[in-house]
Each structure stands twice: as C-alpha cells, then as structure tokens.
C-alpha cells in the first residue's frame, strides 16, 4: 500500500507530555511522521536521538517530527525524559493510525510470526499531501536522508 502523492489519513492522538496531537492542526508546516516499534529498544532508541540531532535542522526547514508507536503516553514520557528526545512522541494504542498507514502488519523474528510495527517513514507537506514514503527504514543515516527531502519540497 503505498500512500505517494495522496492525501495523508488525518488523526488526533495523545502525545508525550500530556494533551493530543492532530496532524491537520500542524499545517502549513511539513511534518515527518515517523512510525517505529517500540520505546527504548536499541534500533528505536538510536531512531528517535538521530531525529533529535536534527530537529532545529527539520525545525528551520520548516518541518515538525513527529514518532509513533503502540506504547503508552507515560511510556513516551520515560523514553523522552531518559533520552533527552526533542521530538513528539504519539501514542497509537489501538494501532488505528498504523493501520491506516499500512504499518501494522505481521513481522518475523527467529522463526516466530507476530503482529508489530513495521519500521516507516512519511513526509507530509504543508498542504497534507505525502510527498515521499520510506519502508523498511534501515536506522543508519535515515534522518539526514529525510531532512534532505524536507530541504527539497
């Protein structure tokens, strides 16, 4: 399923540090919804410190960032908090954005089938279009990577 040059699925959800996030309330900024598996897990940990790195860079871009995970607010807090994380942390509980991204599905680690969170990334321009959709994110330089296109719209 592949969202490229469609019109981004809106949603509200809660975020870290209390309160909701709606994707349309962000416009006209381009926004960098990034969809990972699991707070304080290593590939998620080094995912959301790269963002971090280069949030005033996405910032002066004109860019917000934005992770989504299945874990809860007060699990986003302690990530945010242990990590120092300078990103919105949202929470996606009953996985309904996920799914509507087509990022829910089911995963394979030693042998064993399960249901998670494949590791993406959308860039949203300030009109809420996709721009650019990124499956199966490898961590190492993804956020350069993405701040390149944000610098492109």
Not at 34 to 58: N, S
Not at 60 to 83: E, L
Request: glycine share 10%; with cysteine; hydrophobic share 40%.
């Amino acid at each position: 399923m592949s969202l490229d040059g469609q019109t981004a699925p809106d949603f509200t959800l809660p975020r870290d540090g209390g309160g909701e996030i709606t994707l349309s309330d962000l416009r006209p900024k381009a926004v960098v919804l990034y969809f990972y598996p699991k707070d304080d897990t290593r590939g998620c940990t080094l995912e959301a410190q790269a963002f971090t790195a280069r949030a005033a860079d996405f910032e002066a871009a004109g860019a917000v960032v934005v992770g989504i995970s299945k874990d809860t607010v007060q699990k986003h807090d302690k990530f945010r908090d242990k990590y120092d994380l300078g990103v919105i942390l949202a929470s996606d509980a009953e996985s309904d954005v996920c799914e509507r991204y087509g990022v829910w599905g089911e995963k394979q680690m030693y042998g064993k089938s399960y249901m998670g969170i494949e590791r993406a990334t959308f860039l949203v321009t300030g009109d809420g279009t996709v721009a650019r959709e990124w499956r199966k994110v490898k961590v190492d330089g993804h956020a350069d990577e993405v701040l390149n296109a944000v610098k492109a719209l």
